[in-house]
Every structure is written in structure tokens, then in C-alpha cells.
């Protein structure tokens, strides 16, 4: 089955219909540059423009960078304010014409992770958390999703984890590969001691590059790149939509 993933983000919302049962896209994806502001009306007409793009006329998944609990985006990272208490699902759903399905950005890259990537067939308790801009988390047991996790802003040595354990810190701060890494193993021991997952999936851009800062990451638990990268928050958001059809 095919359906609608788009993906907003803070600088652009992408979107492409997905063949469902393997992951890969059936159509280019396109991009759209977020407005400024990225209000929910303005972000919303993008979002028809996407749909209507596509001739699409069923269901559509739909990530954003917020929590989520039934529809409603009750943070906002990186998008305005004004997401914060919006009906997203509703205001979504006026602007595309199609029933939507709202989730947090982090736990779709994660559904598509565990459905087609590195967590596949992977049972017990999986950490997937994305090092970029930020640090994106998302949650499975026994492939079943725990929504809304922010383990990315854990507070390690008086400090949110992101201020030393995303790609944004190595780049602005000039570390070294080694440097970075022994940051990111102090994140991930952290965690490990706090809920000791059976698996962690590192992905974002950087887990491109794992070979350079895997080595000095000390955590005894698992640890694999992810697979799906790019694709993964469309990916997951269009396998979302099945609960809709």
C-alpha cells in the first residue's frame, strides 16, 4: 500500500509518497522552504501544496518537531511558537483535504528505522537517537513505540546532552573526532545507566561517518549506524497513515 509522508522541519518540509510494504519512494521527493515565520497556517498551506502536488486523496502522515499527544503539538523546537496547544491534526487536515496523522519527527525516523533499517526483526528495548542539530529520541519495546521521549535534554554534568553530544557541538566547537566521541559516550553511558536499552541506533547525518567517533564510545550496549538516514522521518510519517486507512 502507498501513502503521503511529509516531514517539516525547520528550514524545510519535505514529502513523497512511499511504498509502504518496502519502504522505498515511489515518487521524487519535493522540497518546500519552511516559512518565516513557520507559523501553523502558513506551514499548513505548504503542506496542501504538497498534497495537491501529489493528487493525493487519502491518508497522509505528517511529522512535526514537537511533542505530540492526539493531534496536538504541545512544544515547538525549531518552528514557531505557535504550534504550542494547536490543533495540528485539524488545522492539517482543513489545509490537505485528507485525513492526517500528527507524530513527533524523532519517532517517525525511529518507526522507519525499526520497520526497515537497522532495528529490524530487533526485540527487547531499542534506543534510536539522531545527533544533529539537536538530539532526537525515540523509543521502542519489542518494536512497540513509547511516543514523546526528549532524552536528548538528559543533564549531564550541569549541562543539557546537547550542548557537547550533537553534530552542532563538534562543528561550532572544533572538536576532534575523538573529542566529540568520548562526549558522545558520556550521553550514551548516561543513558545505558538509566534505562538500559538492548540496542542503540546512532543516526543523523553523521552516522555516515561512524567509523570516526564509534571507537571511542565506551557504552556496553549495542551500537549500530542507522540505515534509512534522509528518508526516514518521510518513511515513517507514510507507514503512520496506515492506522488512518
Known amino acids: 500500500m502507498e501513502a503521503l509522508g511529509v516531514d517539516i522541519g525547520g528550514s524545510g518540509i519535505k514529502g513523497a509518497i512511499v511504498d509502504t510494504a518496502s519502504g522505498k519512494f515511489v515518487t521524487e521527493r519535493l522540497r518546500i522552504e519552511t516559512p518565516q515565520p513557520s ?41 514557531d511558537r505557535g504550534w504550542i496547544g494547536a490543533d495540528a491534526r485539524s488545522i492539517l487536515e482543513k ?79 572544533g572538536y576532534s573526532w575523538k573529542q566529540w566521541g568520548k562526549h558522545v559516550s ?25 567509523q570516526k567517533f564509534f571507537p571511542y564510545i565506551k557504552c556496553k550496549t549495542e551500537i549500530v549506524p542507522a540505515q534509512l538516514r534522509n528518508r526516514a522521518g518521510i518513511v515513517g510519517a507514510a507507514v503512520a497513515a496506515l492506522d488512518l486507512v
Not at 483535504?97 to 531499542?126: C, Q, S, T, Y
Open 39 to 79: 507559523s501553523p497556517a502558513a506551514v499548513a498551506d505548504v503542506v496542501g501544496d504538497i498534497s495537491a502536488h501529489f493528487n493525493w486523496k487519502s491518508a497522509i502522515g505528517c511529522t512535526v518537531p514537537a511533542v505530540v499527544k492526539r493531534g496536538i503539538t504541545m512544544t515547538a523546537a525549531n518552528i
Open 95 to 173: 489545509a490537505t483535504g485528507n485525513p492526517v496523522i500528527v507524530l513527533n519527527d524523532a519517532d517517525a525516523a525511529g518507526i522507519a528505522e525499526m520497520k526497515f533499517g537497522a532495528g529490524r526483526d530487533r526485540d527487547g528495548l531499542v534506543a534510536i537517537l539522531t545527533l544533529g542539530t539537536g538530539i532526537g529520541s525515540s523509543l521502542f519495546i519489542d518494536g512497540k513505540l513509547v511516543p514523546n521521549t526528549e532524552l536528548g535534554h538528559l543533564i549531564i554534568r550541569g549541562k543539557d546532552a546537547e550542548e557537547r553530544a550533537t553534530d552542532r557541538a563538534r562543528q561550532e566547537r
Open 186 to 210: 558520556e550521553y550514551l553511558e548516561y543513558l545505558e545507566s538509566l534505562i538500559t536499552p538492548d540496542l542503540f541506533i546512532i543516526g543523523g547525518g553523521v552516522s555516515k561517518r561512524y
